[in-house]
């Protein structure tokens, strides 16, 4: 091999070496992050909830400065779509590994004739020890929901069920800092929630 | 004589037994019948299978299960965000030679005011009652969803 | 150029050290050959052109975007028709939402006559696939039943499809308006309102693009219509690598 080829063919390795770098580590870095959901840039903080949790306890949104809140509207009656999004939450914290210490997942129960803070208490339970119910009365309750744009309506449902609660089935993503950044579709995956809350968790 | 006798009768015997065996590959086949996992502070369990038609037109018209207060269709209907629950008062189409599938977020059964906790590895047997086709139990299997 | 002292040729010939001092040599050459003049044209210029860059940026602003201030609460409401109207019926369109309440007066003239000139201007902007609605919401269930908001409705020549008007429970009201849109309004004791005239711009997110408290008729409308140019087109373009670009809008630029 002539002393020619053998620096043409170090400085092409060396071009493939710097490419690589670059495409791998330094690019990223320029690319904005593409979220999953809506995005807000509000300057105003995320609007407060203070309703009823688990212990008799009161839970405040400000209890969770410094972690990022998940913030899901749905209630126990319903057995098909407030169970999936659970399933996918906690699956994302699976995902998030140790980082999800940093993140409290609340539903708030837009049913409180049915959902006492006991039911809650052991509904959540099943899908994660760490996530929490809230309920209040009606009137905190309606605050809550208005305010992070949700909208819940008892609908009639049969003789055997009683009424039955249409509802918006987003979730939002409050950061550590205390303001609603990202509003979630239902339809997710748990990858992408992951991926979404892993951001806000940098 | 006798022996071609005997084997025209064995003939018509097994031409029968034939005639009576054949209706399985038309009848309606219940696929991966399963329940989500749901503590007893959940009021409501739910199951989902896939059901294959026959080679008519059906319509699922009602399930049972013994551990469920009452137990009716119903389908979640998605729309823009809003997620909203309807009671299939006219049961779920099955189409001939098509199937009619039951899965989260769409179609479902819905188990109301359940007895016992659906634990992940029971097996609750479910009652299918079809408009045309004969009733079927089948045994749905828990799990984590 | 360098002169034949350095014997220039990159072409590796000889032995390492002669290749070497061939290397040193043309660098120092180089080196005393780069005067000023140079430096202009490879620092200089681009330099310029992009300083000239950013500012023609900021400047003509090619990209513009309204800022997304919160979100806009859910509401169930009960329309015109006496049918039920939820925040959800308008998801996907762009909303114009303004509160008021029939007993108003000359008080809200000015508001009326922007929401009408709003209405009437509309074929001033593309607004491509995006439907556009308007809300009226009261805040005065008690007065304003389903039989006044149908006279209010006509007499402004709202057709309950693209334009409505709208009423709830009054705990529900209070909710929606003062701590969802953050309207202020109270009953006075004689049973009119004190209430701050505003009329808040929403997309079809669901979240508040523009909150504007009323001045003056023309600049109202003129500003709304303005605003809702830049939404639709932000709407329009916000698809793959533009959507990127509408992204960093949002981060980097000073909001019209």
Redesign the interface.
Known sequence: MTRTLKIVLGALAGVVVIGAVAYFFVLPQFVPYVFHGQTIQSNQAAPSVELDGPNGSTVRLTDYEGQVVVLYFGY??????C??TL?KLDRAMDILGDKAEDVQVIMVSVDPL?DTP??????M??FNPDFIGVTGDADAVDRIATVYGV?YEA?E??E??GY?V?????VMIVDKDGYLKLVL???GTAEEMAADLGYFLR | MKRHALFAVVLALSLLAGACSSSGSDGIVVDDPWG???????????FYMTIEGSNVDDRLVAAYASVC??T?L?Q?I????????Q?A?TGIEIPAGGEAVLA??GY?V????KDVEFKTGDIIPVTLTFEKAEMQTVDAEIR?? | MFGSRCSIGLRFTGTMPEYIDRLRCRYWAERRSLNSRKLIWWIGIPGVLLVIGVMAFAIFEPIQVLPRIRLSPGYLLEDQAGQSFTS?DV??DIVLYTFRYSGCGDECDGLDQTMIDVQRRLGEVDMGDTDFRLVTISFDPATDTTEVLTAEADAFGADGVEWRFATGEEAHLANVVKAGFKVWYEEQEDGSFSFDPTLILVDGWGVIRGEYEYQTLKSDADKIIHHLDILTEEIRNANGAAGLAYEAAHLFLCYP
């Open positions: 126990t009656f319903c057995p098909d779509v169970p999936i399933s049915r006991e039911v809650l208490e052991q509904y339970a099943h909208y609908a449902g049969s055997a069920t039955l249409n509802h918006t089935a987003t579709p239902f339809e | 989500r996992a749901s503590p007893m502070a959940a009021n409501n369990g739910v207060g009452a009716e119903h979640t998605m729309t823009d965000g809003v997620m909203r629950m009671h008062e989260p977020g479902h819905m188990c109301i005011n984590e969803g | 959800e998801r996907g």
